[in-house]
Every structure is written in C-alpha cells, then in structure tokens.
C-alpha cells in the first residue's frame, strides 16, 4: 500500500475507536461530584454515537434517572460513509425493529431517543430507547444533525480523531456545553488555544495516565500497536470540556526555586540554574512538577502543563509556538541562530519558537512550550 494510503487508512481506523464504560463512567461521575445537578432537565445529544458499539448511549440511558435528564438522543454515522473497512454487521437491536430497512440501513444514519417510559415498567432506561432513520448519513455537520445539537444543551462524544478540530469549532459554533475526547496535541492548535487562553475550555478530569484504552474492531492493525483483547492503547488522550469539574481547581504543590535546583528528582533541574529564554523574558522549566513556586516573571512549561492547570494559580501568557509565539512578542531567530540551526545542526527554524543558547551562543529548542505566569498571592 502506497504512503499516502496507509496513512489515509490508520487515520480512517483511529476514528472507529469505541470508549470503555468505565473511562465514560470516571469522567462524568467527575462533574456530577462537583454539581450533581449539572445534567438535571437537560437535553444531552451524543453525535457520532452507534449504541451498538459506544458505551456513551447505554451509559447516559442507564443513568437517564440518576442524572435527572429532559432527553437523551444519539445519532450514528452510516456504515457507507464512514472511511474505515470494516465488517458491515446488522445488529439484533435493528433487525428486530419493524421500521428496519435493509435497502437504506447502509447508508443511512439513525437517531436514538430516549425521554419516556415507552415500556411502562416504570423506569427510564435502555430498554425505552427508541430509533429512527435519519434523512442522511448523520455526518455531524449536515444540517439535520446541527438541528439536533441546537436543541441540546450538552454536547458528549468521542468525535473521529481526524476531524476533532472542525468538530470543536461546530459546537462552538452553537456556544454548547460539552465533554470531548482528543488528543494533547490539539492543545497546539491555534484556534483551540485560543479557547483555552481564554477561559473557554479547558482539559477535564482525564484518563489514568494519560492514555486512553480503546476498544478496537481492527485486529491486525491493533496488533501491531499494542493491541490486547481488541483494545488499543493511544497515549496523550484528554477530555476537552467547559464544564466545571472539581481537579480544575486543586492547585498544584510547588517547591520553591532553591529548593528545586537542591532537591529535584530531575537531573536536568537539579543542580542548574533555570535558564532564560533568549528569544523571550521568560525562564524555561522542563517538567511542570519543577515550576517554582516563588517566581513571579513568566515561565514556559511543557504542553503536558494544561493538565494540572489550575486557573486560581496561574494565568496563560500564550503558546511559545510559530505563529502564535510571535503574536505573544516571541521574537524570531536572529541571522547567526538560524543559520547555525541550518547548516551545522541540519534543522529546521521556525520564526515564534522559544530557544535558549548555550555558553557558545548556539540555539537551543526545547519542546512546545506554554507561556504562563503566577497569579498575584498564590
Ligand atoms: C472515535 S469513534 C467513537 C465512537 C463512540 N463515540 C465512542 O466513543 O465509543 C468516532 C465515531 O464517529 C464516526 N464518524 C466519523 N466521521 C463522522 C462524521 N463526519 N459525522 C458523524 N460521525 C462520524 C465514526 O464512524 C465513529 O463511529
């Protein structure tokens, strides 16, 4: 298979990876703990969703009494279009419905709701969900389902890897409450940072460890990346969400400086005076368990940071990165750094990247760095 093909493969499987009960469960327990009325009346509407694969759907139906929910709707995108390869199966769930139409179930994507006791047994739950076919596929961005999300007040997925981004944006779109899965990485992306500078969203409770395990259908691709039992390890996952949770703001424990240039478990800190940027009014700490607890200028931490992020604590400068490191006053390598990073070291130079040089002025880059300063009496 070409490059180009594996790749468009790879990315088309990561979307089809479906999230454990008990990682959902952890999440939102997260928020009810902190408001156990933030779910009360509300409409929750889960995109991207097959209650026959995801847990999202069976985990809000079974919970739709606890949590006090208005409704509950789910849509799943059609065999069809999604990119992925994979076993086309007909699900009991569907073949024993009436309205079941194997002519459009392919391509097709359905709607599940849930808001009363169809069965009359006297609780609200799985049993009582009911399913319809939609006009289209149930590509989140169609029309119908943005319909669907306009009537919502929550917006709860684990949206396709490759389209997290214009996923973000179309909840924004609609300024909707939501709980996400994506990876750290998106933590860089411009138009994501800026949300989060600015107190629109925010990393949520989190995998243990950072690392999500999925379940996966692909067996042969899984095993070859850490695949046990039909599920796949992917490290650096997150929830993204703008809804308050209790680990948001438990501030982080701090040595001061001298104590961590004494004490700290990192040789790279301990011993060292921090080193200040060139590029930049601002000392580089490399692990955020090393942030100084007594200084006050502004310091770059690693992207890892916005996990213990705690806004009471700190306050964010900006992303030390490209074009978004310039717009903060990063300032752009000087002729002799980049052309030391050219032609001796054979790397890359991006103007808006910090850098640090050493006793013989050669530049030194460390990894994306977050700019962040100390709040005053923290
Ligand atoms: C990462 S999986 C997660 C599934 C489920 N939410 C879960 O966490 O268990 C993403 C799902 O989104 C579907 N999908 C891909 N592109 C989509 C689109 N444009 N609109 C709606 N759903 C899409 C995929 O087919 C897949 O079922």
Redesign the pocket.
Known sequence: MANDNLKKAKKAK??????QWADIEKEIMAYIEYNPDVFRDKTIL?????PE????TKFFAQNFEAFGLKKLIS???AYE??K?NIPYQTSLFEKKARHFNPDINKTR?KIFTLDHDTNKNGVIDIEDLQWQYLEGD????SDE?KKLRDEADFII?????S?FREFLAWIMDAYKKFII?GHQNALTYKEVFQLIKNNKCWLGNGFKGNAGH??SNYKDYATANNHIDGMIRVSGVNWFTNIEHGRRHRPLQLMTMADNIKHSKHKEVRGHEYQKYFNYNAIEVPFTDAIPSDYDGAMGVPITFMDKYCPEQFEIIGLGIATSGLECGVKPYTEEHRNYRKNIQKRGTVDGDLYMVDNNNHPIVPYGRILIKKRENT
């Open positions: 990561n979307d089809e990876f479906y999230t889960l995109p991207c969703d097959d694969w995801s847990n999202f849509t799943s995108y279009s999604k992925a994507g149930g590509d989140f961005r389902v997925t684990n949206p396709p890897f389209l899965i999925f379940i």
